[in-house]
T-cell receptor
C-alpha cells in the first residue's frame, strides 16, 4: 500500500460546481497536510496547509483533515475555469518545510 | 517574492552522458533545497535534501554516486545525473525553503521542473 493515495482522474466539472478532492494515507505519523495546485509547466504552489485534524477555509477553498480515518479533502466552491489545474495532496511528519510525501495528483478541468 | 527557477527546463541527452540541472532561489536565501523526481502517472518522490555547505541527505533507494547534489551557496543547488540511462528519464523538480525565521518559513517554494529525456 502506498503511503498516500489520491483519487484517480481526470475530473471535469461545469463552472459553478462544487468540487471534492480526496486523499487517504497510511502513515499515522503525518501531522501536516497540504494541498498544492500545479498549472501546466509550472511548479506546485501551496494552496492550503492544515495541521492535525480539523477544517480550514480560505475563500472558496476548504480543507478538511480527519486523522482518525486518515482521510483529507479539499473542497472548491463555485469552481471557475481558472481553477483548472492539477491538484496534489502532500503530507509531512515535521512540517511543510520538511520532507513531503505526495499523492499522484488529479487534473481538474472546469468547463465554462 | 519567493521565486525558484530551474535550468534547463528540458534536456535531451545520449545514454552515458552526464547532465547538470540548476535550481536557484531568485529573491531569497534558501537554507534547504529539496530534489524530487516524478515518473509519468506517479507521485513526486523526494530524492534528497540539500543544506547549504553540507552533504546532501539521500532517500532510501537513491544512488548518491549517480545523482550528485551540490548546494554551494544559499541561492544555488545543482543536481548532476551521471552516466545517464533511459530509465533516468523523468521530471526533476526542486524546492527551497526560507531561513529559520520570518513569514513564510514553513513552506517550500517549487521550481518549474526539468524534463530529462535520455536516448
Amino acid at each position: 500500500q502506498k503511503e498516500v493515495e489520491q483519487d484517480p482522474g481526470p475530473l471535469s466539472v461545469p463552472e459553478g460546481a462544487i468540487v471534492s478532492l480526496n486523499c487517504t494515507y497510511s502513515n499515522s505519523a503525518f501531522q501536516y497536510f497540504m494541498w498544492y495546485r500545479q498549472y501546466s509547466r509550472k511548479g506546485p504552489e501551496l494552496l492550503m496547509y492544515t495541521y492535525s485534524s480539523g477544517n480550514k477555509e480560505d475563500g472558496r477553498f476548504t480543507a478538511q483533515v480527519d486523522k482518525s480515518s486518515k482521510y483529507i479533502s479539499l473542497f472548491i466552491r463555485d469552481s471557475q475555469p481558472s481553477d483548472s489545474a492539477t491538484y496534489l495532496c502532500a503530507m509531512s511528519v515535521s512540517g511543510a518545510n520538511s520532507k513531503l510525501t505526495f499523492g499522484k495528483g488529479i487534473t481538474l478541468s472546469v468547463r465554462p | 517574492g519567493a521565486v525558484v527557477s530551474q535550468h534547463p527546463s528540458r534536456v535531451i541527452c545520449k545514454s552515458g552522458t552526464s547532465v547538470k540541472i540548476e535550481c536557484r532561489s531568485l529573491d531569497f536565501q534558501a537554507t534547504t533545497m529539496f530534489w524530487y523526481r516524478q515518473f509519468p502517472k506517479q507521485s513526486l518522490m523526494l530524492m534528497a535534501t540539500s543544506n547549504e555547505g553540507s552533504k546532501a541527505t539521500y532517500e532510501q533507494g537513491v544512488e548518491k554516486d549517480k545523482f550528485l547534489i551540490n548546494h554551494a551557496s544559499l541561492t544555488l543547488s545543482t543536481l548532476t545525473v551521471t552516466s545517464a540511462h533511459p530509465e533516468d528519464s523523468s521530471f526533476y523538480i526542486c524546492s527551497a525553503t526560507l531561513g529559520p525565521s520570518g513569514a513564510g518559513t514553513d513552506t517550500q517554494y517549487f521550481g518549474p521542473g526539468t524534463r530529462l529525456t535520455v536516448l
